[in-house]
C-alpha cells in the first residue's frame, strides 16, 4: 500500500500565481484533512473532509480551497499564492472507526517569491 | 489560550538515558485524546503513542510511554533508554470531536513541539 501520498513535494510560485497541491489515498479512508506547518507553530488545520462531497474549513482556511469528488483524493487549491502561504503542507487521513491515528503524507514543501 | 502546551523548546539527553517531554493541554470535552508524533529532519510525521480520556491506564509502546495526569491535564512523553535515532522534533496533539454534520470527525490540535537531542 502506498498510504498517503502528496505531490509535487516541493514547489515554488511567484505572487499570484495559482497552484493544486495533490493527496491521494489507498486505504479507503473517509475522514482526510490538510495541514501546514510553519516554524515554530506546529500543525494547523486548513480545511477537513468527512466524506466525498462534504468539506469544512480548520483554523486558517483563508486563500485555499477544498473539493473531494473522491473518496481517494482531495486537493488543496491556492487561488493566488502569497508569500505568507510559504510553508510545509501535509495531508492526512483516517478511518472513520477503530483508532483515532492520523496517517500522514510526507508533505509539500512551498515557497512563494 | 493555547489548547495544548509545550514549554520545553528544546532538550538534551545522552544516549541510554530516559526523558521526559511536556505537554499541558486545555479541553471542557469531557471525550478527547492526545498524541504524540516524532518529526525527524526528514520531515515525515510519525505517529508514536495515543492515550484516550477513558483509558484508565497509561499508554505504553516499546520504549514510549505517555504518562497521563487527567486532573493536571497533563500528557507528558516518557522515553526510556534514549537512541541516537531519537534525535527529532516532537509533537502533542489533542483530538477532540467536531460536530461537523454529526460526522465523528475529530480535529487534531498541535503544540509547538519540543526538539530533542541524544548525544553519544
Known amino acids: 500500500n502506498a498510504g498517503v501520498t502528496q505531490t509535487p513535494k516541493f514547489q515554488v510560485l511567484k505572487t499570484g500565481q495559482s497552484m493544486t497541491l495533490q493527496c491521494a489515498q489507498d486505504m479507503n479512508h473517509e475522514y482526510m484533512s490538510w495541514y501546514r506547518q510553519d516554524p515554530g507553530m506546529g500543525l494547523r488545520l486548513i480545511h477537513y473532509?468527512?466524506?466525498?462531497?462534504?468539506?469544512d474549513q480548520g483554523e486558517v482556511p483563508n486563500g485555499y480551497n477544498v473539493s473531494r469528488s473522491t473518496t481517494e483524493d482531495f486537493p488543496l487549491r491556492l487561488l493566488s499564492a502569497a508569500p505568507s502561504q510559504t510553508s510545509v503542507y501535509f495531508c492526512?487521513?483516517?478511518?472513520?472507526?477503530?483508532?483515532?491515528?492520523?496517517?500522514f503524507g510526507p508533505g509539500t514543501r512551498l515557497t512563494v517569491t | 489560550a493555547q489548547k495544548i502546551t509545550q514549554t520545553q523548546p528544546g532538550m538534551f539527553v545522552q544516549e541510554k538515558e530516559a526523558v521526559t517531554l511536556d505537554c499541558t493541554y486545555d479541553t471542557s470535552d469531557q471525550s478527547y485524546g492526545l498524541f504524540w508524533y516524532k518529526q525527524p529532519s526528514s520531515g515525515e510525521m510519525i505517529f508514536l503513542i495515543y492515550?484516550?480520556?477513558?483509558?484508565?491506564q497509561n499508554a505504553t509502546e516499546g520504549r514510549y510511554s505517555l504518562n497521563f495526569q487527567k486532573a493536571r491535564k497533563s500528557a507528558n512523553l516518557v522515553i526510556s533508554a534514549s537512541q541516537l535515532g531519537d534525535s527529532a522534533m516532537y509533537f502533542c496533539?489533542?483530538?477532540?470531536?467536531?460536530?461537523?454534520?454529526?460526522?465523528?470527525?475529530?480535529?487534531?490540535?498541535f503544540g509547538k513541539g519540543t526538539m530533542l537531542l541524544v548525544s553519544p
Open positions: 492526512a487521513s483516517r478511518g472513520t472507526s477503530g483508532a483515532y491515528e492520523q496517517y
Open positions: 492515550q484516550g480520556s477513558y483509558d484508565e
Open positions: 496533539a489533542m483530538r477532540e470531536a467536531s460536530s461537523f454534520m454529526n460526522s465523528g470527525y475529530s480535529t487534531l490540535t
Open positions: 473532509s468527512v466524506g466525498a462531497g462534504i468539506t
